[in-house]
Structure formats: structure tokens, C-alpha cells
């Protein structure tokens, strides 16, 4: 975006000139300082892509409470739209909550000795059924990246279960309480 010569002075005067009274107007109406310094910010930054249309004199204070009005409306759909998601969500999760599966065996033992990048790819496989270009489109790889990695990751989770099945094996062989 290309603004006409002066524009950055005009912004820097109006922005000076009327900050404060548009900091106000922003405290006066949010709940927290975050939130006026998001507004303020919002405005300000309506005011700089929109430059041309800011009003001289007075008049720029009122064309910046309007901006501020609306910005601040904008945030408070948004809280009310972020709070009516969560209402709906933890009924939805109060109601039916997820199977959680038993995470204790010599498959997960073997499932969790693997890499993080290893566990997430299969569980993309398995727990989400999602096909190779879906996992590259996930994992922000090609296809056949996606392919290749869990070939790999299958792979190396079938030699950590060769090694604990090894392991329980050779305890269940060992003698119990007998000493050598």
C-alpha cells in the first residue's frame, strides 16, 4: 500500500493530537488494558490504511471515536462469540466424554519410546485414519514425505516391539526365586 507524500507526517500529527482522548474513549469501554490497547491500536492502524479519508481538525477526533466504536463492537462479538463456544463445547464434552484408552502394555510402552515426530505420524494413520497426502497436508510435507515417514515410523515402532516382546519373553523364562 502507497500513500501520497506527507501522509506519514499527517498520521504522526493526528496520532499525537488525538491519542489521548482516543485512549479514554477505549478505557472507558473495556474491561481490561489489554483490550484498550488493542482498541487503540485497531483504531490507529484504521486511521493509517485509511489516511486519505481521516477528516482535518477537529473532526479527526470524531472520525476516530467512530473507528473506535466499531473496533470495540468487533471485540465484543468476539468475546461473546468466543464465550458462547465455549458454553457449547463443554456441554458437548460433559455429555459424551472421549474414550480414553488404556495407555499401559507393551505396545504403548513401544509407542512411546518413540520420537515425538514418529508418534504423531502414526497416530494421524491410525487414530485419525487420514491417508498419506492428508499427513503431508497436516504435517506441512509432500505426499510422499508423509509416505516415507511413516513407512519409517512403522518400522521403527515394529523393532521396539520385537525389543519388548524380547524383554517379557526372556523375564517370563527367567526362574522366580530360585538362586543361581
Known amino acids: 500500500m502507497t500513500h501520497p507524500p506527507g501522509a506519514r507526517d499527517r498520521f504522526e500529527a493526528i496520532y499525537h493530537a488525538h491519542y489521548p482522548a482516543v485512549h479514554q474513549y477505549a478505557a472507558r469501554r473495556t474491561d481490561s488494558p489489554d483490550d484498550t490497547a488493542d482498541a487503540i491500536a485497531e483504531t490507529f492502524l484504521t486511521a493509517w490504511r485509511r489516511i486519505a479519508d481521516v477528516p482535518d481538525g477537529d473532526a479527526a477526533r470524531l472520525w476516530l471515536y467512530g473507528v473506535a466504536r466499531r473496533v470495540l463492537a468487533n471485540q465484543r462479538r468476539g468475546k461473546s462469540r468466543g464465550a458462547a463456544l465455549a458454553v457449547r463445547l463443554k456441554a458437548e464434552l460433559s455429555t459424551a466424554p472421549p474414550p480414553v484408552p488404556d495407555r499401559t502394555g507393551p ?74
Do not use: M, N, Y
Request: net charge negative; with cysteine; hydrophobic share 45%.
Open 107 to 180: 505396545v504403548w510402552e513401544a509407542f512411546d519410546a518413540l520420537s515425538a515426530r514418529d508418534r504423531e505420524v502414526l497416530a494421524l494413520a491410525f487414530w485419525e485414519h487420514l491417508t498419506g497426502p492428508e499427513i503431508g497436508q497436516v504435517l506441512g510435507c509432500t505426499a510422499t514425505a508423509a509416505r516415507i515417514r511413516l513407512h519409517r515410523a512403522r518400522k521403527r515402532l515394529a523393532q521396539a516391539l520385537e525389543v519388548t516382546d524380547h524383554d517379557q519373553a526372556k523375564t517370563s523364562a527367567e526362574p522366580r526365586g530360585e538362586s543361581l
